[in-house]
C-alpha cells in the first residue's frame, strides 16, 4: 500500500470492526430473534422467580413464629407444646463455635497446604495431590458424616478428648465427661468437610498471581519461602480471604452431617466435649416430628436465621471475590 | 584507582575495604544461611500440613471403600431391603429412587439453566449483574434451606401436591443445581469466540441458529462438564431430601409418592446401632462415593479435552 492511498482514507469514528460487530449485534427484529429473546427472558425470570419465591414462602412460613415472640425469637424461640421452647440462642451459639473449631483447625491447614501445592512441590507432586484433593472435595458430606460417627467418634471417646482434658490451659475448654459426640467432634468433621474447598481455592488464588511478582522478589535475593511470603501469600490474599469465607458458610449450613456427630443436646454448652446442637442438626431433627402450627413456623424460623447468617458470609466471600477477579481483570 | 586523588596510603586504604567488603560479605552469607533456614523449617511446615490434610482426607475414602466392598453384592444391588433382623436385603429401591429423583431433577434443571445463562451472555448490565450475583449467593445457601423451601411449596398442608413426593425432592435438587448451572454454561458459552458468532450472524443466519449451531455447539464440552458438576453435587444431597422425599423401602417408581434414596438409606441405616445395618449403610456409601467421584472425574475429562481443542 501506498503512502499516499492512506491519506485518502478519512479518518473513522469507529474502528470498522467495531461498526460490524455492533449492527450484527443490533439486528434483533429478523426473524427467530423475538423466540429467542422470549427463551432467554423465560429462563432468566424462571430463575429470578425461583430465588424470590424461597425468600417469600420462607418469610411467610415462619411469619408465624416471628409474629407470636418477634425478635425474642432469636434468643429464646417461640414456645413449643411439647418441647417447652425452642432455644434458638442455643443454636445459633452451638453453629458458631462448631465453626469456629472448623475454622481455627481447617484455615492453618489448608493455606499451608494449597501453598505447597501451588508454590514450593515440585510438579511431579503437586499436580497429581491436587487433583486427588479437588476430587475429595466432592465427597458427599453423609459420607463424611457416617465416618465421623462410626469411625472418628470412638476415636476422639477413647484418645483425642482424654488427652486434650490433661494439657494445661487449655482443659478448661475440655471439662466433662468424654462421650465422642461433641461440639468438638462436630468442629472436627466440619473441618474435614470444608478443608478441600479451602484448599482448591487457595490454590488457584496463589497459582493466578503474576509470574512477574514472583520473578521481581527472587531478583531480590528473596529465598523460595520468602518469594511465597512476600509476594505470592499477599498477592493472592482477597482470594484466600474468599475461600475461607464460602468455607465458612458451608461449616454454617451443614445439617446432616453434623446432626450424625453432635449429639444433639439443646442446653447452653459447657465445653468443647458437650454434646450440643445446631441450627442445621436442630432443623434436620425437629422438623418432621413438628406439628403443623406454631411449632413448625419456629422451625422454619431456625431456617430464616441460619439463611440470614449463611447469606451474610457468602455476600462477603462473593464481594471479595469479585473485587479480586476486577483486579485481575478477569470479570468483564 | 584514585589514590593520586587522597593523601591516603593506597595500602591501608584497600585494607579498609577488603575488611568493609569481608564485613558485608559476612552478615549477607549469615543473612543468608538464617533465611535458609527459615524456608526450610517453613517448607517443612508446609510438608506436615499436608501430611495433616491428606490423612483424615485419604482414610475417609479408603476406610469407606474397604468397609463398602464387604457389604457389595450383586443381591445387594438388586434387592429390596428386608425389615430389621432379617439378614439379607438390599439397597435397590434407595438406586432406584436415587435414579429418578435426580434424573427429574436434571429434566427441570438444565433448560431453565441453559435458558438463564443464555440471558447472561447476551445481556450486559445491571439486570444481569444482579443475576449472576442471585445465582453466586444462592450457591451458596444451606441445601436444607431449598429442602424447606419445597416443602413449603410441594408437601406442606395446602401445597400443590400436600404430601411427602420424590418430585417434591427433584425440585428441591434442581434449584440447588440452577446456579451451578447457570454459572458452567455462562462460563462455557464465553468461551466460544465472538468472532464466531459475528460470521455467522455476517452471514446473514438467524441469531437463533447462530446460538444452537455455532455457540452451544462450541459450548457443549463445557455444558456436559458443569451439568456433571452439578449431578454429583445433587446426588450426594441428604438434607433437602430428607423433608421432601420422606424415604421409603418399597421399589417405588412414582415420583408422586415418597421413594428411597441412596443419602436416606445411609443416614437411617448409620445412625442404627446394629453391625448388619451399618454394614448397609457403609456399602450404600461405597456406591454413592463411587458415583460421585465417577462423575467428578468424566467431567474433568470432558473439560480437560477441551483445553487441550483449545490450545
Not at chain 1, 11 to 31: C, I, K
Request: aromatic share 6%; net charge positive; with cysteine.
Amino acid at each position: 500500500m501506498s503512502p499516499t492511498l492512506l491519506e485518502e482514507v478519512p479518518p473513522p469514528r469507529l474502528t470498522p470492526v467495531e461498526g460490524v460487530s455492533e449492527a450484527l449485534q443490533r439486528r434483533w427484529g429478523r426473524p427467530g430473534g423475538r423466540a429467542y429473546a422470549v427463551l432467554r427472558w423465560t429462563g432468566a425470570a424462571v430463575f429470578v422467580a425461583i430465588v424470590l419465591g424461597l425468600l417469600v414462602s420462607l418469610l411467610v412460613s415462619s411469619s408465624q413464629a416471628f409474629g407470636h415472640s418477634g425478635l425474642s425469637f432469636l434468643w429464646s424461640g417461640t414456645y413449643n407444646a411439647t418441647k417447652d421452647v425452642y432455644p434458638t440462642g442455643v443454636y445459633i451459639v452451638g453453629t458458631l463455635v462448631t465453626t469456629t473449631v472448623a475454622i481455627v483447625l481447617a484455615v492453618p491447614i489448608g493455606v499451608a497446604t494449597a501453598a505447597f501445592l501451588s508454590e514450593l512441590a515440585p510438579r511431579w507432586l503437586g499436580a497429581p495431590l491436587s487433583v486427588l484433593i479437588d476430587l475429595i472435595a466432592a465427597v458427599p458430606s453423609i459420607v463424611v458424616g457416617l465416618w465421623g460417627l462410626l469411625v472418628l467418634s470412638p476415636v476422639f471417646a477413647r484418645h483425642v478428648e482424654p488427652f486434650f482434658k490433661k494439657v494445661p490451659l487449655v482443659e478448661w475448654f475440655f471439662h466433662g465427661p468424654a462421650y465422642g459426640p461433641s461440639m468438638l467432634l462436630a468442629g472436627t468433621v466440619l473441618a474435614v468437610m470444608i478443608l478441600p474447598t479451602i484448599v482448591a481455592l487457595s490454590r488457584t488464588a496463589l497459582s493466578s498471581v503474576a509470574t512477574e511478582d514472583r520473578e521481581a522478589a527472587r531478583a531480590l535475593g528473596a529465598t523460595r519461602w520468602q518469594v511465597v511470603r512476600t509476594a505470592v501469600v499477599p498477592g493472592a490474599r482477597t482470594g484466600i480471604e474468599a475461600a475461607v469465607f464460602l468455607a465458612m458458610g458451608r461449616a454454617l449450613g451443614e445439617t446432616i452431617a453434623v446432626a450424625m456427630v453432635i449429639g444433639n443436646n439443646y442446653a447452653l454448652p459447657h465445653s468443647l466435649l458437650a454434646p450440643g446442637a445446631t441450627l442445621g442438626s436442630a432443623i434436620i431433627n425437629n422438623f418432621g416430628e413438628a406439628s403443623p402450627g406454631l411449632d413448625r413456623s419456629s422451625i422454619i424460623g431456625l431456617v430464616v436465621v441460619l439463611l440470614a447468617m449463611t447469606a451474610l458470609v457468602n455476600v462477603g466471600g462473593q464481594l471479595l471475590l469479585r473485587r479480586r477477579l476486577r483486579a485481575v481483570g478477569a470479570v468483564a | 584507582m584514585s589514590s593520586s586523588v587522597f593523601p591516603i596510603d593506597p595500602n591501608t586504604l584497600t585494607d579498609a575495604i577488603g575488611t568493609r567488603r569481608a564485613l558485608v560479605r559476612e552478615s549477607a552469607r549469615r543473612s543468608l544461611a538464617r533465611r535458609r533456614l527459615l524456608g526450610r523449617v517453613a517448607i517443612v511446615l508446609c510438608v506436615v500440613a499436608v501430611a495433616i490434610s491428606l490423612t483424615p482426607l485419604v482414610a475417609l475414602v479408603a476406610y469407606t471403600t474397604s468397609r463398602g466392598i464387604r457389604a457389595l453384592s450383586w443381591g445387594f444391588l438388586t434387592h429390596v431391603p428386608t425389615p430389621p433382623g432379617i439378614p439379607g436385603g438390599g439397597i435397590s429401591s434407595a438406586i432406584v429412587g436415587s435414579v429418578i429423583i435426580v434424573g427429574l431433577a436434571v429434566v427441570m434443571a438444565v433448560p431453565v439453566g441453559t435458558m438463564c445463562a443464555l440471558f447472561l451472555v447476551e445481556r450486559r448490565g445491571r439486570l444481569a449483574g444482579s443475576v449472576r450475583f442471585a445465582a453466586d449467593v444462592l450457591t451458596g445457601v444451606p441445601s436444607i434451606a431449598l429442602g424447606i423451601f419445597a416443602y413449603a411449596v410441594l408437601v406442606g398442608p395446602g401445597s400443590l401436591i400436600g404430601h411427602f413426593s420424590g418430585l417434591a425432592g427433584s425440585f428441591a435438587l434442581a434449584v440447588l443445581m440452577l446456579p451451578i448451572v447457570i454459572r458452567a454454561s455462562e462460563a462455557a458459552m464465553r468461551s466460544v469466540p465472538r468472532d464466531l458468532w459475528e460470521a455467522g450472524l455476517a452471514l446473514g443466519v438467524r441469531r437463533s441458529r447462530v446460538v444452537r449451531s455455532v455457540v452451544l455447539r462450541g459450548a457443549l464440552p463445557g455444558l456436559v462438564t458443569g451439568n456433571l458438576l452439578a449431578v454429583a453435587r445433587a446426588v450426594g444431597e441428604t438434607a433437602p431430601l430428607f423433608v421432601t422425599v420422606l424415604g421409603s423401602t418399597l421399589l417405588v417408581t412414582n415420583p408422586l409418592q415418597p421413594m428411597g434414596a441412596l443419602s436416606l438409606t445411609i443416614f437411617s441405616d448409620g445412625t442404627e446401632a446394629y453391625p448388619a445395618a451399618q454394614q448397609i449403610a457403609w456399602g450404600t456409601a461405597f456406591v454413592l462415593l463411587t458415583l460421585v467421584l465417577l462423575l467428578s472425574v468424566v467431567a474433568r475429562v470432558v473439560s480437560a479435552r477441551l483445553n487441550r481443542q483449545a490450545r
